[in-house]
């Protein structure tokens, strides 16, 4: 399979990765010609881990091309992963430039974060051939992908991604319906929002909140999802029994959460507590997180 990998930043890149990993003919676009040299190196950095996955091709630069050209990306390609910026008028100028270059049964996967669909269909003459398929960073390690489609979406379109994506070993979840945010980064930022509450409100630092959720719920939450958790707390009463439990106390502490702004005040806020790492830390903690993330991931499969 031929796919064409349009912008080749963070998620680009990634994306990249895990398509020649997986043996596919990897055709990548970005209007900064120095990013192919970053693939190149990001296809050889991910190496071991997608190896450590069961990528047979993993590290291999065989079947990658690169162009500035983004039509002549396309050409071909079955499947089309866009992850140009976050910005709805470049997206639909690069939707403009391509279409008449795409095969007529080609599909045009967008991993926008906060983009809905409706509005990336207005790029399209043809919008049926045109999702959501929005994954977590990063995309070459994570497995979730959330994909959207609606009414104007071609038939068998959302089950045939679906199916694409599990192929890669990916847990690709279809959106019922169009919410800022999807799933994944409204959870997230729910949950970000009541840790700076926190901290503001003086319980405990950023750091020791950080460590909260690191060694609590966080090491639960990669093997089951809250409503399994608490299912299980409350052994064959089920998710009804722990209702009975604790019902009352998550009512409480619900009525209890914060209200943040992420406003000058909120912003000095979070730099006076927490410093910055350099471009090494942050490389070592990159590795470090990627190396667990794969030993788990191999766990959960076994
Ligand atoms: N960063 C994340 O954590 C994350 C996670 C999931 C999804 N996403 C989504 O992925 C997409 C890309 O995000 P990113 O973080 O990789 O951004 P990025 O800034 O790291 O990369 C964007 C790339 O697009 C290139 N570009 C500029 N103009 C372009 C054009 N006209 N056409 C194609 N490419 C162009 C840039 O040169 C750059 O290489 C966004 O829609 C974002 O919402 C990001």
């Not at 990336?120 to 990063?138: C, E, K, W, Y």
């Not at 997230?188 to 950023?206: C, D, K, N």
């Not at 999802?225 to 009804?240: D, H, M, R, V």
């Not at 005040?265 to 997180?289: G, H, L, V």
Request: a negative charge; one cysteine or more; charged letters at 20%.
């Amino acid at each position: 399979m031929n796919i064409a990998v349009l912008g080749s930043g963070t998620i680009g890149q990634s994306w990249c990765a895990l398509f020649l990993a997986a043996g596919y003919e990897v055709f990548a676009y970005d209007p900064d010609p120095s990013r192919e040299l970053e693939i190149r190196g990001f296809v050889i950095d991910s190496e071991p881990t997608l190896r450590a996955l069961g990528f047979s091709h993993a590290g291999s630069l065989t079947n990658f091309c690169f162009t500035t050209d983004a039509a002549k990306a396309v050409e071909g390609a079955q499947v089309v992963q866009e992850s140009a910026p976050e910005n709805l008028v470049l997206k639909q100028q690069l939707y403009r430039l391509i279409e008449s270059a795409l095969d007529p049964k080609s599909t045009v996967l967008s991993s926008t974060s906060g983009l809905t669909l409706e509005m990336l269909q207005t790029g399209f003459s043809d919008p049926s051939r045109i999702l959501i398929a929005h994954p977590f960073n990063p995309p070459h390690l994570i497995p979730l992908v959330e994909v959207l489609g609606n009414e104007l979406t071609a038939p068998d379109l959302i089950q045939r991604t679906l199916t694409f994506y599990e192929g890669l070993g990916k847990v690709p979840i279809e959106l019922k319906k169009s919410v800022p945010g999807h799933i994944a980064n409204r959870l997230q930022a729910v949950l970000w929002q009541e840790v700076l509450h926190l901290a503001r409100e003086g319980v405990a630092s950023l750091s020791d909140i950080d460590k909260v959720i690191a060694n609590g719920p966080g090491l639960r939450w990669a093997i089951y999802g809250p409503n399994q958790l608490f299912s299980l707390a409350a052994g064959a009463k089920g998710l009804e029994g722990f209702l009975d439990h604790l019902g009352p106390s998550f009512q409480d502490w619900w009525s209890a959460a914060g209200h943040v702004e992420l406003d000058a005040d909120t912003r000095q806020f979070i730099k006076r507590q927490y410093s910055s790492f350099d471009e090494n830390e942050c490389r070592a903690m990159k590795a470090y997180r990627d190396h667990l993330i794969c030993r788990i991931l191999n766990e959960k499969n076994f």
